[in-house]
């Protein structure tokens, strides 16, 4: 079986994987309230939450459409480091929410100074940002932004942490983030079809402003959240109930590994692969603001990259081709999930090997 260290989805426990064949439960009964209602209370322990934690059967852009529709009253600004920033102002354009997209250079950070001068003009009622680009392997830094949006209280203030949250420390409440959105299936290490956020106050205010008609409907997320709310953990529509029990286990093993413990042995494989990555080729992007969950490395000796890949799968690893205007010219190598030193080291020793090869 092939090992997967790309940037989702991850492979997935066993345990975890024998729950999705536990039987069917009414999704209306207590049984099922009471999974959900554990899967928020966890779910607010990782996220370090107090605010309604709201789940989707969706991918994460699922949540990030919602978010959008849901909480832009006039006009929202989309910044952007890499291909699922550029994703957030595609879904603004797609569903006539008005925005304004500001592009950084890719390998590059969205610069906290930048996001206060848009704020500054008053245009803008939201802000939505990447954390975690797993196109350049580039982290933004949320504390440095968390202290611009402070200025600025009004502000709904979403983040894509599909690729970090569960990999590396993200203290949504002490951020002051509004709308914190992730995926089951990268560093929370579960099947792909789930998705979930945490959903503040203010974005509630936010949302009761937006007339119904342009919240939409499956992802409309201050309906979701009155649902949850007066129904104790209920959802309007029928849940995915094999991936809530396989989220359910895989939640009670996350906090059994304990949140520092894990943040640490993200960081540990990230340093690992990023010595690597020094010593054969190089790291692509902003030195001092590199992902703690996927590595981007830079092409520099312009090996055959798809043939890199078809290598190092036939020994049993799979890794990832750089994405978009970043294919070839770099690959990826996630760190993420379950992935423990003695694999990640394994790995890329097979990976130092095919390197040798395609070079000679």
């Known amino acids: 079986m092939v090992k997967l260290f790309i940037p989702g989805p991850t492979d997935v426990a066993p345990e975890v994987l024998a729950q999705l064949s536990r039987p069917m439960i009414s999704h209306r009964d207590t049984e099922a309230t009471e999974l959900q209602s554990r899967i928020s209370r966890n779910l607010q322990k990782i996220m370090q939450t107090e605010e309604t934690i709201l789940l989707s059967g969706s991918s994460g852009t699922g949540l990030m459409e919602g978010a959008v529709r849901s909480c832009t009253r006039h006009r929202a600004a989309v910044f952007s480091i890499g291909a699922f920033g550029q ?3 595609e879904l603004c354009k797609s569903n006539a929410v008005p925005a304004d997209l500001f592009a950084a250079e890719l390998g590059e950070i969205t610069r906290a100074e930048d996001i206060a001068a848009a704020l500054e003009t008053g245009k803008y009622d939201l802000v939505c940002v990447t954390h975690n680009e797993t196109s350049t392997g580039i982290a933004n830094p949320l504390a440095e932004i968390a202290a611009v949006m402070r ?9 894509d942490a599909v690729s970090s949250l569960g990999g590396e ?11 914190c959105i992730t995926s089951a299936q990268k560093c929370l290490a579960l099947p792909p079809g789930l998705a979930l956020c945490s959903f503040s106050e203010k974005a509630r205010r936010a949302a009761n402003e937006v007339p119904s008609e342009r919240r939409g409907l499956y992802f409309d997320l201050l309906n979701l959240d009155r649902f949850v709310r007066e129904k104790k953990c209920q959802y309007p529509s029928t849940p995915p109930l094999s991936l809530y029990y396989a ?3 895989q939640l009670e093993r996350i906090l059994a590994e304990g ?11 990230a340093e690992l692969t990023r010595e690597w990555a020094r ?18 490395i830079d092409n520099v000796h312009n090996i055959d990259v798809p043939q890199l890949i078809k290598n190092l799968e036939q020994r049993g690893y799979l890794i990832s081709n750089g994405y978009g205007q970043l294919k070839n010219r770099t690959f990826r190598v996630a760190h993420m999930g379950e992935r423990s030193r003695t694999e990640m080291e394994t790995m890329l020793a097979e990976l130092s090997a095919v390197c040798m090869e395609l070079r000679h």
């Open 87 to 89: 994703r957030w102002f």
């Open 151 to 159: 200025r600025f209280p009004e502000v709904v203030w979403c983040v």
């Open 169 to 179: 420390d993200i203290p949504v409440d002490e951020l002051g983030i509004d709308v």
């Open 247 to 249: 989220l359910d286990h």
């Open 259 to 269: 949140l520092e413990a894990r943040f640490a042995r993200h960081l540990e494989l």
């Open 279 to 296: 010593k054969h080729m190089a790291i692509f992007g902003d030195q001092d603001h590199l992902s703690h969950t996927v590595t981007c």
